[in-house]
T-cell receptor, first 112, second 114 residues
């Protein structure tokens, strides 16, 4: 089946690292993504990783992919109050339409 | 940087009315998508479109929904007879189908059905 699961909430203190985890079930994924959504706003693509990669670093963001366990994580270093948002894990499937399946989102609270 | 655009940003309609949501994908992209997000819920795939036909659709995309690429630039989603439960944010996306093949999402249209 096609499912992406994430924990619903994460609370961290400003300056700490945040780690948001995600598991997915479909092994035919091509790309895996992390999107950020602020209240009432659209989807901001934060970063993506191709399914044959293990890790990608982009400034404060580190993505780790464990393909064997179908586990994806997003680490945000030096978390700021402006990072408070909902973070969606998503995967694009290698199906005819290459659709993207989203997790339910992890709401990140950053305490000052 | 090229981007996907959507109009209108907010549409309010009466139950039973037809609505058309419009999207302008990135110009050299070949694959087009509609997703929706009911308030407080996850983003759900509706339909994908390639080479002037639907390549995949979800169970949500029933006979009330249709998509069209009426010219070389627009991609539309029509809901024939809106229901209260169609109230959601609708996102259009496109991808080029080659190279770094990620999907780019538009800012969304918030549809409110009264």
């Amino acid at each position: 089946g096609e499912d992406v699961e994430q924990s619903l909430f994460l609370s961290v203190r400003e300056g700490d690292s945040s780690v948001i985890n995600c598991t997915y079930t479909d092994s035919s994924s091509t790309y895996l993504y992390w999107y950020k959504q602020e209240p009432g706003a659209g989807l901001q693509l934060l970063t993506y990783i191709f399914s044959n990669m293990d890790m990608k670093q982009d400034q404060r963001l580190t993505v780790l992919l464990n393909k064997k366990d179908k586990h994806l994580s997003l680490r945000i270093a030096d978390t700021q109050t402006g990072d408070s948002a909902i973070y969606f894990c998503a995967e694009t499937l290698n199906t005819g339409g290459f659709k993207t399946i989203f997790g339910a989102g992890t709401r990140l609270f950053v305490k000052a | 940087e090229p981007e996907v655009t959507q109009t209108p940003s907010h549409q309010v309609t009466q139950m039973g009315q037809e609505v058309i949501l419009r999207c302008v994908p990135i110009s050299n992209h070949l694959y087009f998508y509609w997703y929706r997000q009911i308030l407080g819920q996850k983003v759900e795939f509706l339909v994908s479109f390639y080479n002037n036909e639907i390549s995949e659709k979800s169970e949500i995309f029933d006979d009330q929904f249709s998509v069209e690429r009426p010219d070389g630039s627009n991609f539309t989603l029509k809901i024939r007879s809106t229901k209260l439960e169609d109230s959601a944010m609708y996102f259009c996306a496109s991808r080029d189908g080659q190279g770094v093949d990620t999907q780019y999402f538009g800012p969304g249209t918030r549809l409110t059905v009264l």
